[in-house]
């Protein structure tokens, strides 16, 4: 097999999920069903299940510094998606290591709010998410609950809000911005992309599901993930690519979540639609 046809390694940095939906274990089942190889380096273990979020057990920074520069050591990692981070010395340790050892992609999904409502972050750990994560990354997948954290500003609760929230994003400083909106009401969801060169509204219908445990974590590893998979020479637009990919992916996951049962809360959505 050539370099260039090798199968891609991607690396989640996240927190763990007990119920296999969301976290580390979410990233990993997307990695794998999209055709690339998941590694994990764990930042938090988390008591949770579909309903909510009991406990959060943060990793020590020095033990996340051991296990990225471990794997880095061993592993070429094409593209990493950092999740939950729970404190400043923990953003710290990782954008260090990531500066060393730079992958060709990093894609940040700032993980502050479960999708119960619980907040998973201390202030401390919500500034650094934005001063230290966010530049670091080239594409950042904000919810609107998230994206409000992040600027300190109220969560949009229509379109035009959204739109107006979306500067402030930009100038944090990553190239590529993700703006969620399946918090709004209606039919449909739509997404706001910004790129360097414009920003474009992502049209998608609302599925009618309450299966959208892990929808955030999934979507930003799949970005990695078709990232990862991109030739090399194809930065330019490689993301707004990725992202449609993605998108694409996550919906259909979306549509299938259905033929499972997992929980009683928020079930996952169906990461192997594909294939099983």
């Known amino acids: 097999m050539s370099n260039d046809s090798r199968l891609r390694n991607v690396l989640t940095i996240a927190g763990s999920d007990p119920s296999g939906g969301a976290g580390l274990q979410g990233d990993l089942k997307t990695f794998s ?19 909510g979020v009991a406990s959060v057990y943060p990793v020590s920074p020095q033990a996340i510094r051991e296990q990225l520069e471990n794997l880095l050591d061993d592993v070429e ?9 729970a404190s400043r010395d923990v953003a710290e340790v990782i954008a260090e290591v990531l500066r060393q050892r730079r992958p060709r992609w ?79 009401r209606g039919e449909t969801c739509p997404d706001l992309l910004a790129t360097p060169k414009e920003h474009r509204w992502l049209p998608a219908s609302r599925i009618a599901t309450e299966n959208l445990h892990g929808t955030g974590c999934a979507l930003s590893s799949a970005i990695a993930a078709c990232l990862a998979k991109l030739p090399a020479g194809a930065e330019n637009d490689a993301p707004v690519a990725a992202i449609a990919e993605a998108k694409q992916w996550l919906h259909a996951g979306l549509e299938a979540s259905a033929r499972l049962n997992v929980g009683k809360g928020r079930g996952p959505v169906h990461h192997f639609h594909a294939w099983w």
């Not at 990493?80 to 981070?85: A, E, L, N, R």
């Not at 904000?142 to 500003?153: K, M, Q, S, W």
């Open 33 to 51: 069903a999209l055709g690339v190889y998941g590694t994990n380096v764990i930042t938090a273990v988390i008591a949770q299940n579909t309903c």
């Open 77 to 85: 990692i094409d593209a990493v998606k950092i999740g939950m981070v």
């Open 106 to 184: 990093i894609v940040l999904d700032p993980v502050m709010v479960a999708k119960s409502g619980d907040i998973l972050v201390d202030n401390e750990g919500i500034r650094a998410v934005r001063d230290i994560l966010v530049p670091l990354a080239d594409v950042i997948t904000p919810n609107l609950p998230e994206a409000a954290v992040l600027l300190d500003a109220p969560s949009p609760t229509g379109l035009d809000e959204m739109e107006a929230m979306l500067p402030g994003l930009t100038q944090l400083g990553a190239p590529y911005v993700v703006l969620k909106g399946g918090h709004l």
